[in-house]
């Protein structure tokens, strides 16, 4: 990478990352390989390899460690762009797949077209925090999920059962309801639910806590029924810049709930959604849509569109139902948050009977 100014500002540097190394491929204007190393992946390996020389454009695939090495590359002057290797198949699905290889196509590839990459962008430092804090709360929630369903299963395997209880009370269940046999093996489970539950509920308590501090557009989507404080949150650290979405109808099909698309001609059959996206913030959204048509939710107009959905009978209506609710809801939320409107539940139904 020694070369004079005007030669370093036509450079193209693909980087592979690996867990505790990179490669490196330099390309030059004309597309030959000038230079092929590995460094270690540290801050003060890389600030020594790219503080030095003039900006220049660098490729690397989205990873564990490409939200800082993506920040430090911008910070030392360079174009980075983070590449979605999912949505490039030459990288993908690479039958010659290794660090040397992925590094030179990530930097041919950059050289071209920058968005053949189909380039990603990370959040900030401290939304990458924050989210942290959903993730880890989520993660509690499956463990614990995971040792209910274990506990009820175990007793269910000696010809007994343990009473209905939720997964926020079930370590209050009496231990005199467990079969003696399994009384040393199970206290331990009851026990770890309870501290589960408890970091849980402090988890809960921290999100509504920054929601409130560095998140008020959150209030105005929590104006939905069906949307609290975690899923508020979860939408805006996700998605962090609504105007990335010129069109609301577009974040659907971002978080994986709009249907996949193969027409071939005048054949368009029909598929199920992508799940592309955040499985996490999907999860949630999902969760809403089955709130909102239960038989807890308000009258509103999502609901009635998705009960009619539901009505339309067949084995999976009530599943597509809810599938379809949640895109909807994804859409909704990201104009209350662009807009800053009034939620107005009847809107439609005010409009049709006026």
Same mark, same amino acid.
């Given at each position: ?16 990352? #690996? ?12 597309? !030959?390989?000038?230079?092929? /190393? %590995? ?17 220049? *454009? ?6 564990? $460690? ?11 002057? $360079?174009?980075?762009?983070? &590449? ?11 039958? =010659? ?6 590094? !030179? ?17 990370? %959040? ?12 880890? =709360? ?11 369903? $274990? ?5 269910? #395997? ?10 926020? #009370?079930? $370590? ?32 809960? *308590? ?7 501090? %560095? ?15 975690? /899923? ?34 005048? !054949? ?13 913030? %999907? ?20 609901? =009635? ?18 599938? &379809? ?30």
């Amino acid at each position: 990478m020694k070369q004079d100014t005007n030669k370093s500002q036509q450079l193209t540097v693909g980087m592979d990352l #690996s867990d505790r190394t990179c490669h490196l491929c330099v390309l030059d204007a004309g597309g !030959e390989v000038v230079e092929e /190393t %590995r460094l270690t992946l540290t801050e003060a390996a890389l600030r020594r390899r790219f503080e030095p020389i003039p900006a220049c *454009r660098v490729a690397l695939e989205v990873g564990t $460690h490409s939200p800082w090495v993506s920040r430090l590359l911008e910070s030392c002057g $360079h174009e980075v762009v983070v &590449a979605n290797a999912r949505k490039v198949q030459l990288i993908a699905k690479s039958k =010659r797949k290794n660090d040397r290889t992925d590094a !030179e196509l990530l930097a041919r590839i950059a050289r071209l077209d920058p968005k053949l990459l189909a380039p990603i962008r990370h %959040r900030g430092p401290q939304a990458q925090a924050d989210l942290a804090v959903i993730r880890s =709360r989520d993660a509690l929630v499956r463990a614990r999920t995971m040792l209910v369903n $274990h506990a009820r299963g175990s007793v269910k #395997s000696v010809g007994a059962r343990l009473p209905k209880r939720s997964a926020a #009370s079930f $370590h209050k269940l009496d231990p005199e309801l467990l079969p003696e046999a399994l009384r040393p093996a199970l206290a331990a489970v009851l026990e770890t639910t309870g501290q589960l539950t408890a970091r849980i509920r402090q988890l809960d *308590r921290d999100i509504q806590k920054f929601a409130t501090e %560095r998140y008020p557009v959150t209030a105005v989507l929590q104006q939905v029924v069906g949307v609290g404080p975690l /899923t508020s949150v979860a939408f805006v650290l996700i998605l962090e810049d609504p105007q990335r979405f010129p069109k609301s109808r577009t974040v659907g099909a971002f978080l994986g709930l709009a249907p996949s698309q193969r027409e071939s001609g005048k !054949e368009q059959p029909e598929l199920r959604i992508s799940k592309e996206g955040d499985i996490l913030l %999907r999860r949630l959204l999902v969760s809403a849509a089955q709130y909102i048509l239960g038989p807890f939710g308000p009258d509103t107009d999502l609901r =009635r569109w998705g009960l009619k959905l539901a009505a339309r009978g067949g084995k999976n209506a009530k599943k597509r139902a809810v599938v &379809a609710v949640a895109r909807r809801l994804a859409v909704l939320l990201h104009r209350l948050w662009v807009t800053g409107e009034a939620y107005e539940p009847l809107r439609q139904a005010g409009d049709q009977a006026a």
